[in-house]
């Protein structure tokens, strides 16, 4: 059974710039949650989705924005980059069979994105 | 909103000593709790959930994470900490009402000298 993967594992990017990270979830997860973890924090809720459709959000701005795939991958877009975007995207996947119910998330080992 | 707090940044124990880290949120509700992992150059990993029942939680490797209602409280502990529990502890929380997403705290980096 393959893990949550995550790609690229690094990316350097200057301000201003569009950045997409790509997730692939754990086989038989249909549910993708984003993480931002800055550094010495702990990680935030980006979004999630479930069902190709966005399934709750946190509190980041519009410039980030989200796909789901119908084999389940994810991607994480991030327009105009800045320079607080710096940190660890981490994708989570789990086998969530109804909305409002939890299910263990299991996490990839993330994207690691630097903001000049 | 809700919030999760973990009391200390960095704890620094020798091996064999006893490790307890706090963890509090903010949430009258119902929640279900989470303590995960992250070693050094790993991926976050689970290492114990409570979601109701019996509030003393026993995960791998040995620790274990007492759920106090009265003091939003999600402490986790390890009676005799070992040099590979290096790693940055994470407590988390589920609003049950919220969905799927976790709420974590800001982390406890843990350093067990040989």
């Known amino acids: 059974e393959t893990g949550v993967t995550q790609s690229p594992t690094h990316l350097i990017k200057t301000r201003g710039q569009q950045v997409t990270l790509r997730c692939s979830s754990q086989?038989?997860?249909?549910?993708v949650s984003w993480y931002q973890q800055a550094l010495g924090q702990g990680p935030q809720f980006i979004f999630q989705y479930y069902r190709e459709e966005e399934n709750g959000r946190g509190n980041f701005p519009p410039r980030f924005s989200g796909l789901q795939f119908p084999n389940y991958s994810s991607e994480l877009n991030v327009n105009a980059l800045e320079l607080d975007d710096s940190a660890l995207y981490l994708c989570?996947?789990?086998?969530?069979?109804?909305?409002?119910?939890?299910?263990?998330?299991?996490f990839g080992p993330g994207t690691r994105l630097t903001v000049l | 909103a809700q919030s999760v707090s973990q009391h200390n940044h960095h704890v620094i124990l020798s091996e064999a000593a006893s490790l307890e880290l706090g963890c509090n949120y903010s949430y009258g509700g119902t929640v279900n709790l989470f303590w995960y992992v992250q070693y050094p150059g790993q991926h976050l990993q689970l290492l114990l959930k409570y979601f109701s029942g019996d509030p003393l939680v026993k995960g791998i490797k040995g620790f274990e994470a007492e759920f106090i209602k009265s003091k939003f409280s999600f402490n986790l502990r390890k009676p005799s900490v070992q040099w590979s529990d290096t790693a940055e502890y994470f407590c988390?929380?589920?609003?049950?009402?919220?969905?799927?997403?976790?709420?974590f705290g800001g982390g406890t980096r843990v350093l067990v000298k040989p």
């Open positions: 989570a996947s789990s086998p969530q069979k109804g909305q409002g119910s939890y299910n263990e998330q299991f």
């Open positions: 988390a929380v589920n609003i049950k009402a919220a969905g799927n997403k976790l709420t």
């Open positions: 086989s038989g997860h249909n549910t």
